[in-house]
């Protein structure tokens, strides 16, 4: 394992239980995590986008202010839904986070997950095309934005400009160089996983998946990691493709540990359904004592196949317990597993 990272869905909620009570509370918490994760020394900061919810939502604001405070962790989104999303005004924003930055994004975007309210990209103004589905539109899109982000000039120039133009056609700006070789799909099969791996994107793989042959779920998970990376070596890319793969992982070392996870011990993996027809499997919680932790996180057959491990984090108990999380695993437990 390469790299370890946190990934946020940045919840608030009013309860008078939660540490962040408000969408101030999370975007604040969320960069202030940012921060602390790297004074750790973590290597990754990740955040969840849900729209219609009381969740993070519209990234690029707050990756632009993590990338302000920090200077080395990589920062990043797992995902961002594009059947919401314009890709052109996408990448200009992801151009001008990146370079805030520098150069430090690894965006992760998908089809994405059932949302909180019916066909919610309807009120983004995005409608499926004659004969497309929402995850045909989602795909369009991101086809549609890795193009742009490759810098190359589309845009026929006015001949009577506010202001003068580079000769030939124009690209959108700001153009972050290299954003386009650090941009991940968020895959739930084996067949998408394969898709992004023929645009030469990496590949992030969650906390749940398609079940496609009834295996326990990190069996499944390392499988289409394989077959991602069989269509990577035939698609011909150069470079190696990245893995990140997300866990819920709560080392019990103090009374308030035990408090809050102690009863995730005999936790298993579930079966539910994301939609109508997909069935999916949804992995484990992982809470232990860390010497307990690493030989069971040993035997995650994904873990050991990814080169990226990424923590959700509970965000409502605030930074300093998820800072403490995060120590806890970097301390006692990622260092038996290979990291560093």
Known sequence: MKKIGFLSFGHWSSSPYSKARSASDTLLQSIELAVAAEELGADGAYFRVHHFAQQLASPFPLLAAVGARTSRIEIGTGVIDMRYENPLYMAEDAGAA?????????????RGSPE???????????EPA????????????????????????????????MFPNPPGLLRLEPHSPGLRQRIWWGSSSNATAKW???LG????????????NGKPFHVQQ?????????????????????????????????????????????SSDQIGFIDATT??????TYAAEPDVLVKELAADEAIAAADTLLLTVPSQLGVD????????????????????
């Open 321 to 340: 317990y998820n800072a403490h999380l995060l120590s806890s695993v970097l301390t006692h437990v990622a260092p038996a597993l290979g990291w560093r």
């Open 196 to 198: 992004a791996a023929g």
């Open 130 to 161: 004659e004969g497309e589905t929402e995850a045909d539109m989602a795909r369009r899109h991101a086809e549609v934005f890795l193009k742009v982000l490759e810098g190359e000039g589309f845009a026929q120039p006015n001949p009577r400009p």
């Open 98 to 110: 990146d370079l805030i930055a520098g150069g430090r994004l690894q965006l992760g975007i998908s």
């Open 116 to 126: 909180q309210v019916i066909d919610g990209w309807r009120y983004f103004g995005h």
């Open 222 to 266: 390392a499988e289409q990691i394989a077959a991602y990376r069989q269509a990577w070596k035939e698609a011909g890319h150069e470079g190696e493709p990245r893995v990140s793969v997300s866990r819920s992982i709560m080392p019990l070392v103090n009374e308030t540990d035990r408090a809050y996870f102690g009863h995730e011990r005999a």
């Open 201 to 212: 994107m990496h590949l992030m793989s969650s906390t749940l998946k398609d079940d496609e």
């Open 279 to 284: 069935r999916a499997v949804f992995g484990r």
